[in-house]
C-alpha cells in the first residue's frame, strides 16, 4: 500500500521557523508533483505550495518569501521550511502526492493524501 505520513509539526511562537517533511512509502515508481496544503478552522483547505517532478515550485501569495518547498527524489520525500511563520500560519498541514505505482504487472497514477500535521502559532 502508498502511504504518506506527514511530520515536524507543533507549536511554535510568531517569527520561528518548523520544518515539515512527507514520506512516501509502497510500490512508488515516481513521484510526480507533490504540494503542501492547509486549512484552518472554518476555511476550506487551501493549496500552500507544490512542486513539480522538474523541480519547478508555485506558492500561495500569503507564503512566498517565508515558505520553502523541496523533494528528496531518493528518500522519495518533500520538505516544507516555514520560516517567520506567522498565527495566520495556524492550520493542519496536509501532503499531497501525484505519483505513479506498480499494480500487479501494471503501473497506475493517481492522488495521494496524508493523514496530516498540526502547525500552531502563538502570537
Known amino acids: 500500500q502508498v502511504q504518506l505520513v506527514e511530520s515536524g509539526g507543533g507549536s511554535v511562537q510568531a517569527g520561528e521557523s518548523l520544518r515539515l517533511s512527507c514520506a512516501a512509502s509502497?510500490?512508488?515508481?515516481?513521484?510526480?508533483?507533490m504540494s503542501w496544503y492547509r486549512q484552518a478552522p472554518g476555511k476550506e483547505r487551501e493549496l500552500v505550495a507544490a512542486?513539480?517532478?522538474?523541480?519547478?515550485?508555485n506558492y500561495a501569495d500569503s507564503v512566498k518569501g517565508r515558505f520553502t518547498i523541496s523533494r528528496d527524489n531518493a528518500k522519495i520525500t518533500v520538505y516544507l521550511q516555514m520560516n517567520s511563520l506567522k498565527p495566520e500560519d495556524t492550520a493542519v498541514y496536509y501532503c499531497?502526492?501525484?505519483?505513479?505505482?506498480?499494480?500487479?504487472?501494471?503501473?497506475?497514477?493517481?492522488?495521494?493524501w496524508g493523514q496530516g500535521t498540526q502547525v500552531t502559532v502563538s502570537s
Open positions: 499531497n502526492a501525484r505519483l505513479t505505482r506498480y499494480s500487479g504487472s501494471y503501473l497506475r497514477s493517481g492522488d495521494y
Open positions: 509502497g510500490s512508488i515508481v515516481s513521484m510526480n508533483t
Open positions: 512542486i513539480t517532478s522538474g523541480g519547478r515550485t
